[in-house]
Nanobody
Framework: QVQLVESGGGLVQPGGSLRLSCEVSGSIFSVNVMGWYRQAPGKQRELVAAITSGGSTNYADSVKGRFTISRDNAKNTVYLQMNSLLPEDTAVFYC????????????????WGQGTQVTVSS
């Protein structure tokens, strides 16, 4: 069984910083793409940032220059460093990962974390 466990959310003032972490654990062969999504009240879930196993990254326009995604492949962990946070960044942030659970798989399975609340408010 594969689990994604997120940590690092909380309450921060506008202009502040937070660092989210997400560890993939369980019966894993390898982890391909890892990413962060967010969902604000009344809005659809949206991609924030993603990173491949080789380190290629992709960001939503709204977070470019403020957020940085990174990963530690040895720990199957992805991070999201969030700087210059704005009230509109308030949302539940979800970790997402494409996981191969065995060496014979050709298509990864996608898993989600439980979500962590990020609130930006003075």
């Amino acid at each position: 069984q594969v689990q994604l466990v997120e940590s690092g959310g909380g309450l921060v003032q506008p202009g502040g910083s937070l660092r989210l972490s997400c560890e993939v654990s369980g019966s894993i062969f390898s982890v391909n793409v890892m990413g962060w999504y967010r969902q604000a009240p009344g809005k659809q879930r949206e991609l924030v940032a993603a990173i491949t196993s080789g380190g290629s990254t992709n960001y939503a326009d709204s977070v470019k220059g403020r957020f940085t995604i990174s990963r530690d492949n040895a720990k199957n962990t992805v991070y999201l460093q969030m700087n210059s946070l704005l009230p509109e960044d308030t949302a539940v942030f979800y970790c997402n990962a494409a996981v191969y659970v065995s060496s014979i798989e050709t298509i990864p399975q996608w898993y989600w974390g439980q979500g962590t609340q990020v609130t930006v408010s003075s």
